[in-house]
């Protein structure tokens, strides 16, 4: 599972980076990304671009937006079979940027749990693989919408939790955004975990645990 996550840097950094356009894309530096919230997400619909949209995919046949909070995450072993994903899989794929995430270590018991965050060992920006969806809002306007695939956990995560986000290789971004073939489920074989010898992980504060502190507090390490 991916529940919280950082982009803790500067919207003009995310341009270089993944090749995009900002256009009207807005961004500050986010300390504790939660579902339900805007967040810049990269597409290649009209060549490749910054969009906002809001985590939680919403299916563009759903009655209610509401169902958004339950499709923060897709599962890589069943994501080209689900309805709710299949078609977005085969030509709505995104990628999510990234510098961290957040998960939480059980103590004592499982009576307390500890926030820890992943990130790269070189500290660099990355990419989740993600869904988007469009949605029609009542009013007539579009929702824009994404979600994070998951899948099993490498040895670094595993001790903490059994699913990660799929964190793809730089080399292998443009291939996942990649829909000209609009055929088949997509390069699934991408969606592996990512190699626990280039990452890192270390305890932060329990600030993170409510998604209403979104502050540098929330990354930085605990001694």
Same mark, same amino acid.
Request: charged share 10%; aromatic share 4%; no cysteine.
């Given at each position: 599972m991916c529940g919280r996550y950082t982009l803790a840097t500067q919207l003009e950094l995310l341009e270089p980076r993944f090749g995009v356009d900002?256009?009207?894309?807005?961004?500050?530096? !986010?300390?504790?990304?939660?579902?339900?919230?805007?967040?810049?997400?990269?597409?290649?619909?009209?060549? !490749?671009?910054l969009s906002m949209m809001r985590w939680g995919l919403v299916p563009s046949w759903a009655k209610d937006e509401s169902v958004g909070y339950r499709m923060i995450n897709a599962r890589a072993e069943t994501v080209a079979e689900k309805p709710s994903f299949r078609k977005a899989l085969e030509s709505r794929r995104c990628l999510v940027p990234a510098d961290g995430f957040f998960e939480w270590r059980k103590e004592l018991g499982g009576s307390v749990k500890t926030p820890v965050r992943f990130v790269l060992k070189d500290r660099s920006l990355f990419a989740f693989a993600g869904l988007w969806e469009r949605w029609k809002q009542p009013d007539g306007k579009d929702l824009l919408t994404y979600t994070i695939i998951t899948t099993g956990a490498n040895e670094l995560v595993r001790p903490i939790h059994d699913r990660m986000p799929v964190i793809l290789g730089r080399s292998d971004e443009g291939r996942w955004l990649d829909v000209s073939t609009g055929k088949g489920k997509g390069p699934v074989d991408l969606l592996a975990p990512f190699p626990a010898s280039e990452m890192e992980v270390y305890e932060v504060s329990t600030a993170v645990n409510s998604p209403r502190n979104d502050v540098p507090a929330c990354i930085e390490p605990v001694l």
């Open positions: 900002a256009g009207s894309a807005q961004h500050i530096p !986010r300390y504790n990304i939660a579902p339900g919230q805007m967040v810049p997400v990269v597409t290649a619909e009209n060549g !490749r671009m």
